[in-house]
């Protein structure tokens, strides 16, 4: 870590001229960005001319997963185009190839291999769930390719490759968990996730901390298939061991049925306590805030978060894609990365990777949407941990946050 900032006391941080791009506003006009020759600034055959630089987007725009990762798609997009009103990255303006993982984790494989060997991406915005990320891993680590991940996942990885935007598990699964034992006296646990690894290890981890550090007792625990709609003999288990919380990770379009039969089955937030790892904004357009209200998410950013930053970054994002947008966690993440690009990339001097990776660790953010955020040595972010409470409208209302940022820990003792 550096040593001229504590991470822990971000107010300081903010008093002091922070060093090179990364100091840069967010939203604004003007930047720091000077034309040099390419091949100073290019030596390893990107797809870098003198007035442009190409980068990647792949997500999933289609299938089951669209309706959470069509925001950050979106925040991306907003992001380069920001920086490109600015002027761009060291004189040059950034052109996006879009592409489709369809929520299928081979075709993620295979446009990766797309982005990196045929369009030789500078850098690739991209994937959700944990599935894709590691069915595109081998691709970016084989071919050097420099991956912006903005998702909240289970932790227990670290690639020089993959710069993580989003919470690992100690940042959201732990935070939340001892929010439920401390504010609402949990002591017994139903686990609920969609079948794939995110949601199996982050239940791992999760029931690991329930039982061996808080001592407390997990009733019942139950996976189901992506897309999945079917959840009727799921609310009768729920009903029969009556849990202090249900913990769930459902993610996708499976969210809509599951909250829907949960509202049918009587079981609401005012009789029963329930904390998501994976309930947006994103995914509200879908539930339906009368169907979620009163139950909590756990995440590091929430659309109503009252500073300066993110009234910026939200009427930014409206006047882009129009007053009905919603903007959720991940969304936010997936905008924290083009930045960070930007600020590694003028640290180097340089687009190559292997130098763009070194100049990331300690970059700082001070007016990223969810407050004041530092990159790591291990390539995750120094960030809040919060609980909000859906609310009836489809919004949030923030009920616990972290005093302290808190560290990035991806490989914890006692929960491999």
Known sequence: MSRDHDPNTPDSGRRRLLQGAAALPMLGAGGLSFAQASAAVNTTKLAVTDTEVTVGQLHSSTGTMAISETGSI??????????????????????????????????????????????????????????????????????????????????????????????????????????????????????????????????????????????????????YPLGSTNFGSLMNKIKVQKPDVIYAAVVGGSNVAFYKAMKAAGITGDKQVLVTL???????????????????????????????????????????????????????????GPWLWKAAVERAKSFD????????PNIELTTAPEGYVKLDANHHLWSKSRIAMGMPDGTFKVVSESPQLIKPDPFPKGYQ
């Not at 084989?142 to 991940?149: D, I």
């Not at 339906?288 to 930053?309: C, P, R, V």
């Not at 990777?353 to 990331?360: E, Y």
Request: aromatic share 12%.
């Open 74 to 223: 979106q925040a991306e997009q907003l992001a380069i185009d920001q920086i490109n009103a600015m002027g761009g990255i060291l004189g040059r303006k950034i052109k996006v190839i879009k592409e489709d993982g369809a929520s299928d984790w081979p075709t993620f494989a295979e446009k990766s291999k797309k982005l990196l060997i045929n369009d030789r991406c500078a850098a690739v915005f991209g994937c959700w769930t944990s599935a894709s990320r590691k069915a595109v891993l081998p691709v970016f680590e084989k071919e050097n390719g420099l991956l912006y991940y903005p998702t909240f996942y289970e932790g227990l990885e670290q690639s020089k490759n993959v710069i993580y935007t989003g919470q690992e598990a100690t940042q959201q699964i732990l935070y939340s968990l001892d929010w439920a034992k401390n504010e609402k006296k949990a002591k017994t646990f139903f686990l609920i996730g969609s079948d794939y690894i995110w949601p199996r290890t982050s239940m791992k981890i999760a029931r690991k901390h329930i039982e061996n550090f808080q001592k407390g007792k997990v009733v019942g625990e139950e996976y």
């Open 278 to 336: 994976s309930v947006t904004e994103d995914e509200m357009t879908g539930i339906g805030g009368e169907n979620f209200a009163g139950f909590f998410s756990s995440m590091k950013y929430f659309q109503t978060l009252d500073n300066e930053n993110n009234k910026k970054f939200v009427s930014a994002f409206k006047t882009k894609y129009g007053p009905k947008s919603v903007i959720g966690d991940v969304t936010q993440a997936g905008y924290l």
């Open 353 to 360: 990777v292997d130098k763009v990776v070194a100049a990331s």
